[in-house]
C-alpha cells in the first residue's frame, strides 16, 4: 500500500512538474520576444541621430533612456521570473481564477495578464493569506526553478474543498520558507520575494509619506523587507519617484555588495546605493573615529562648530589693509574692511558666493586708494614752484576736478586682481575654501579648532565645548578621512556654497565652440549648394556630429549631484548614524519619505541612536511611524538563546526576536590560551569550514586585533572591500559584519569585544547573530559571564 501512494505521489509531481513547465516556458518565451522588440526600438532611437533641434533631441533622449531602462529590467528579471500561483475559489461550481506571480507584470500578445508583478494589488493574497484568513484562495503554490527548469513545488491548502479533483491530484511539497532558510550562504543576498512572510508585507506596502522606522532584531529580515519596498514603491508611486529615485543607505561598501543584486533581481535599476561615508562627492571614507572623537563629532552642536569655523575665516586685518602693488604702497583703513565684511555677511548667501562681493568691493577700495596716490602725486608736482613752467605742461583749467574717471578706476581694480600680493592679502581675509580644506585645517591645527570652539560657544551657551571634548578631535594633517568627517564635509559644503565663476566661464567657452562650429557647418553648407534646399540646417548637422555620450539616467544624474533631491531614501543599519549624520541624510530627502530600518540593541557607534523619536522627530515630527518586527527567520534557536542573554545584560528593554527554526549543531566555546592561538584558530577555522561544505564562514573579532587574527589565518579575505564576500572565510570586525550573514561564524576573544568600547556588549550581540548553522567563540584566559550558556562547551 505504501509503495502505491508512493507512486502515487511521484505521478502527482510529474504531472505538476509538467504542467508549471510549460506555462513557465511560455512565460519565457514572451520575455524573449520582449526583449528583442525593445532592443530593436532602442537601436532605432540611436539612429536617429542628434539632429532636429531642441525638441526633436529632448525627444529622442527620452525615448533613449525609456528603452534602455525597459531593456536592464527585462533583462534583470530572467532568474527566477515566475515563482508562484494562487488558485482563487469557484462559483456555482466553476473553477476560480488563477494567477500567477513574478517579478515583473508581463501580457501576451492580446494584452491579456500572463504574469502578475508581485507588488500588484492582484498578488497580496499570495503573500498574506493564512489558514484563519484566506483571502478567497483554494491553494497557494511556490514554484522553484533553476535557469528556466522547474525544479520543485510547494503547495499550500487553504480550502480542500474547493479544489478541482484533478488539482486535489497534484498537491505537492512543503513549506517554501524553510527550504529556502536552509539553503548555503552565496555572499550575496538574496530576495524574499517569493517567500514574503505576512509581517514583512506590512512592511513593504506601507504608504508613501512620512517616515516608516521598521524595528527589527537580527534575522528578522528588516533589510530584504526594506529592500523590496523600494521595488514596491518603485511600482505604485513610478509617476512620484521615476524622476526624483530612491537612496539606499548602507553600512559599508562590503554590505552595499552582499544586497547590490536584489533591486535588479526584483526589476529595479533606478536606485541609488551608497554609505554615510560616500555621501560626499569625491571621498570615500570607511575608516572609523575613536570611540570619544566619534561621540563628539556626530553631536549637533557640530554643526555651529563648523558655521563658527566658516565665519572665523572670514578675518580683518590686523591694522590697516596695506598691500604693495605696481611698486605703490596701497592701504585701505580696518574700519572700511569691517564694513565690507559687514555687508558680505549680510546678504546671506553661503561663504564662496558672497566672497565675490568682499573681493570686489575691496578691489574698488584698494583701485580708488591708488587713485587718489596718483592724483596726490599730480598735485604735488603742480604745486611744486616753477615745476609746471619749465616742464612746459598747461597748468590745470580746474585744481579740484578729478584727474581719474570711473573708467579709469575700473581699469585699475582690474589689473589689480592680476597682481599676486593683492590675490594673496584679500585670500587671507576672505579664502575661497572647499569643504575638504576647512575640515582638513580645522581638524588638523589646535589654534583653528580652539578659535572656532570658541566662535560656537555663543550659539550653543550651555552646550559649548569644554577642552577635554574638542580636543579628541584634532589629528594628523595627513590622516585618512572618517566616516564621521563626511556630515561635517557635507555640512562644510552648505555654508560654502561653490564659487561658479569657473562654471560659468566654461559654459561660456562652450557656447562660444558651439557657435563657431555652426558658422563653420553654415559655411560648408552654402559652399556645396545645400543650403538653398532648405533639407539642413547649421545648427542641427552641427549638432549630430557632436558626441552627446551615454543617456544618463535617474540613477546616473542623482549620484554624481550632493543636492539632488530623493524621492524617498532608506537608511539600514539605520541605529548606527550619528545626529549630524541624520542631518546630512535630511538634505537629500525634503519630502521627509523614509524608510528607517534597525535596531537599537545593535547600536555600536558612540553617537548613535538610543531611541528612534530621539533622532528622527525634529524632522518628521508626527509623521513618524513604526513597525516591529519579532521572528527571526536566520539565527537558530540554539544560537538565539547565547544572543538573547548577551542582550538581556546590555539592553534589558529590547525583547529578542524569536527564532522559527532549531539548529542542526549547537554553539560552542573553545578556550585558545594565547600561546595556541596560532595553530588553534586555524585548525577551528579549518574545522567549521569541512562542516559546512560550500557556504560562507566569518571570523569576527575586536578591531584592536583585526590585523594580528587576520595574520593568523591567511587564506581568509581581511580588507574591508565588497571582495571579501568572495571567499569561502573572512575575517571583520564587528562593524565591518553589520547587516551580513555567515553559515559559520567564529568570534574571537569576546572579552576583548566587550572591554573596547562603552558599546562592546552591542558588538558582541552583531558578532554572534552574523550565523546561520553554526556559532563558535574561541577565548583566552576565562569566557565572559554573558557567555555562561557555552560553558563546557
Known amino acids: ?57 529632448t525627444e529622442r533622449e527620452a525615448q533613449v533612456g525609456e528603452r534602455a531602462g ?229 553631536a549637533l552642536r557640530m554643526a555651529e562648530l563648523v558655521e563658527a569655523a566658516v565665519a572665523d575665516r572670514q578675518r580683518l586685518p590686523e591694522g590697516d589693509l596695506v598691500v604693495e602693488a605696481e611698486g605703490t604702497v596701497l592701504r585701505v583703513d580696518r574700519r572700511t574692511c569691517a564694513h565690507i565684511r559687514g555687508r558680505a555677511r549680510d546678504l546671506g548667501l553661503p561663504h564662496n558666493k558672497a566672497r565675490k562681493l568682499f573681493v570686489n568691493e ?108 574638542w580636543r579628541p578631535l584634532l589629528r594628523s594633517p595627513d590622516a585618512p578621512w572618517t566616516v564621521g568627517d563626511v556630515p561635517l564635509l557635507d555640512e562644510a559644503a552648505e555654508l560654502l556654497g561653490e564659487d561658479d565663476s569657473e562654471e560659468r566661464a566654461r559654459e561660456r567657452r562652450a557656447a562660444e565652440r558651439r557657435r563657431e562650429e555652426e558658422r563653420y557647418v553654415q559655411g560648408v553648407l552654402e559652399y556645396t549648394g545645400l543650403f538653398e534646399t532648405g533639407m539642413m540646417d547649421a545648427a542641427g548637422l552641427a549638432e549630430r556630429h557632436r558626441d552627446p555620450g551615454p543617456a544618463a539616467t535617474t540613477a546616473d544624474l542623482a549620484a554624481a549631484d550632493r543636492t539632488w533631491a530623493y524621492g524617498h531614501v532608506i537608511v539600514d543599519e539605520a541605529q548606527e548614524l550619528s545626529e549630524m549624520a541624520w542631518r546630512a541624510v535630511m538634505r537629500r530627502v525634503p519630502t521627509r519619505s523614509l524608510t528607517v530600518v ?29 513597525e516591529r518586527l519579532l521572528v527571526n527567520y536566520r539565527t537558530p534557536v540554539q544560537i538565539m538563546e547565547v544572543a538573547a542573554d548577551v542582550l538581556e545584560a546590555i539592553a534589558p528593554d529590547q525583547e529578542p526576536p524569536e527564532s522559527v527554526r532549531d539548529g542542526d549543531t549547537p554553539p560552542r566555546a573553545v578556550r585558545l590560551p594565547r600561546g595556541d592561538l596560532a595553530t588553534g584558530l586555524p585548525a577551528l577555522v579549518r574545522s567549521e569550514l569541512e562542516a559546512i561544505g560550500e557556504g560562507r564562514l566569518a571570523v569576527i573579532a575586536p578591531e584592536a586585533r583585526h590585523t594580528e587574527i587576520a595574520g593568523l589565518l591567511p587564506e581568509a579575505a581581511a580588507a574591508a572591500t565588497p571582495e571579501v564576500l568572495d571567499r569561502p572565510s573572512c575575517v571583520l570586525t564587528p562593524t565591518q559584519s553589520k547587516g551580513l550573514e555567515f553559515d559559520a561564524v567564529v568570534v574571537v576573544d569576546p572579552s576583548g569585544m566587550l572591554d573596547a568600547s562603552p558599546t562592546g556588549g552591542h558588538d558582541l550581540y552583531v558578532a554572534i547573530t552574523r550565523a546561520t548553522r553554526r556559532l563558535a567563540v574561541a577565548y583566552e584566559e576565562k569566557l565572559p559571564a554573558v557567555l555562561g550558556r557555552l560553558a563546557g562547551g
Open 1 to 57: 500500500m505504501s509503495e502505491q501512494c508512493q507512486a502515487g505521489s511521484e505521478h502527482a509531481r510529474g504531472s505538476a512538474l509538467d504542467e508549471e513547465q510549460s506555462y513557465v516556458s511560455r512565460l519565457y518565451a514572451r520575455l524573449d520576444t520582449l526583449r528583442e522588440g525593445t532592443h530593436d526600438a532602442l537601436r532605432s532611437a540611436y539612429a536617429q541621430g542628434g539632429g532636429g533641434g531642441y525638441a526633436a533631441r
Open 70 to 298: 525597459r531593456l536592464a529590467q527585462l533583462s534583470a528579471v530572467e532568474n527566477r521570473l515566475c515563482f508562484g500561483r494562487i488558485d482563487h475559489e469557484g462559483v456555482d461550481g466553476v473553477g476560480g481564477e488563477t494567477l500567477y506571480i513574478g517579478r515583473i507584470g508581463l501580457r501576451d500578445e492580446d494584452h491579456e495578464p500572463m504574469l502578475i508583478d508581485w507588488r500588484a494589488p492582484a498578488a497580496r493574497p499570495f503573500y498574506v493569506a493564512t489558514p484563519s484568513s484566506p483571502c478567497g484562495l483554494t491553494r497557494r503554490r511556490h514554484i522553484h526553478t533553476r535557469d528556466r527548469t522547474v525544479v520543485d513545488l510547494d503547495d499550500e491548502v487553504f480550502d480542500l474543498e474547493g479544489l478541482t479533483d484533478s488539482d486535489r491530484r497534484t498537491l505537492v511539497g512543503e513549506a517554501a520558507l524553510l527550504a529556502t532558510l536552509r539553503q548555503e550562504r552565496t555572499g550575496r543576498m538574496g530576495d524574499i520575494v517569493a517567500t514574503i512572510q505576512s509581517e514583512q508585507d506590512r512592511v513593504i506596502r506601507s504608504e508613501l509619506p512620512g517616515a516608516l522606522v521598521v524595528q527589527g532584531g537580527p534575522g528578522t529580515g528588516k533589510t530584504v523587507a526594506a529592500l523590496h519596498r523600494a521595488a514596491y514603491l518603485l511600482y505604485t508611486h513610478r509617476t512620484t519617484l521615476e524622476r526624483r529615485g530612491v537612496l539606499v543607505v548602507g553600512p559599508n561598501a562590503v554590505f552595499l555588495r552582499y544586497i547590490g543584486q536584489v533591486l535588479p533581481s526584483l526589476g529595479e535599476t533606478d536606485v541609488v546605493l551608497t554609505t554615510i561615508g560616500e555621501l560626499h562627492p569625491g571621498v570615500r571614507a570607511a575608516a572609523v573615529d575613536p570611540p570619544k572623537a566619534a561621540a563628539v563629532k556626530g
Open 362 to 469: 575691496m578691489l574698488w577700495e584698494l583701485a580708488r586708494a591708488q587713485d587718489a596716490q596718483l592724483e596726490q602725486s599730480v598735485r604735488e608736482v603742480e604745486e611744486t614752484e616753477g615745476l609746471l613752467e619749465e616742464s612746459g605742461l598747461p597748468e590745470l583749467e580746474n585744481p579740484e576736478a578729478k584727474l581719474r574717471t570711473e573708467e579709469d578706476t575700473a581699469y585699475a581694480r582690474r589689473i589689480l586682481w592680476t597682481e599676486p600680493a593683492v590675490r594673496a592679502a584679500l585670500d587671507r581675509l576672505w579664502p575661497l575654501l572647499t569643504p575638504e580644506r576647512l575640515i582638513g585645517e580645522l581638524l588638523s591645527d589646535p589654534a583653528l579648532l580652539e578659535s572656532a570652539v570658541e566662535g560656537a560657544a555663543p550659539l550653543l551657551g550651555e552646550e559649548a565645548f569644554a577642552p577635554h571634548e
Open 598 to 626: 534597525g535596531d537599537l540593541a545593535q547600536t555600536g557607534n558612540a553617537a548613535g541612536a538610543r531611541s528612534w523619536s530621539g533622532m528622527l522627530e525634529r524632522y518628521v515630527r508626527d509623521r513618524l511611524r513604526e
